[in-house]
C-alpha cells in the first residue's frame, strides 16, 4: 500500500528540473524582497519615466511623487548642489540623485557604508534614462557622498560597468 506523504522519485526529479526556471524569472516574480524606492522628479521630465523604469525592471518596487520643488528636497536631504540632477531618490536611508544604476544601488544596499547616498551628477548619455538610440555613451562615475566629501563609487560607460 503506497502511502500518499511519500515523495515518489518522479516528483523530485519535476522539482529539480523546475528549479532553473524559479531562477531565470524577471525580478518581481522571485522571492527577493528589495526596499521601496520613492522618486521625487518634475511632472514634466522625461528621462526620469526612464530611470524610474530602469529600476522597476531591476526588480525595485517605486513610488513616483511629482513635485515642482525638487530643489527643496535636495537641500534638505544634503545634496550637494554641484551634484544635483533632474530627480531625487530615497531607498531605505539613502539618497539615490540622479541617474545611477541599478546595479550600484544594489551594491550600496550590500555593503552598507556610511553615507548619505549615491549621486550621478548632471545628466550623461548613455545612463539608464538617458539611454537614446544613436547617443554615444559617456564614461561617468556613481559618487557615494555624505556631509564631508565624496569618492568614485563605481564606473560606467552607459550602462556598462567597467
Known amino acids: 500500500m503506497r502511502n500518499d506523504l511519500t515523495i515518489s522519485r518522479r516528483a523530485i526529479l519535476a522539482a529539480a528540473g523546475a528549479l532553473p526556471l524559479a ?27 526612464g530611470w524610474v523604469a530602469h529600476i522597476e525592471a531591476a526588480g525595485f518596487p517605486v513610488r513616483v511623487i511629482e513635485s515642482d520643488d525638487v530643489f527643496s528636497l535636495k537641500q534638505r536631504l544634503g545634496v550637494p548642489a554641484d551634484l544635483a540632477s533632474c530627480h531625487t531618490a530615497e531607498v531605505d536611508g539613502y539618497v539615490i540623485e540622479g541617474h545611477v544604476p541599478a546595479v ?26 538617458m539611454d537614446f538610440p544613436g547617443v554615444e555613451p559617456e564614461l561617468y562615475d556613481v559618487l ?7 569618492r568614485a563609487f563605481l564606473r560606467f560607460n552607459g550602462a556598462q560597468e567597467i
Open 23 to 49: 531562477f531565470s524569472l524577471p525580478g518581481p516574480l522571485r522571492a527577493e524582497t528589495l526596499p521601496l524606492v520613492t522618486v521625487t522628479k518634475d511632472p514634466s521630465c522625461g528621462c526620469c519615466d
Open 144 to 150: 557615494l557622498f555624505d556631509a564631508s566629501g565624496r
Open 104 to 129: 550600484a544601488l544594489r551594491r550600496l544596499l550590500a555593503e552598507r557604508p556610511q553615507a548619505i547616498g549615491l549621486a550621478v551628477p548632471g545628466m550623461p548619455a548613455g545612463s539608464p534614462g
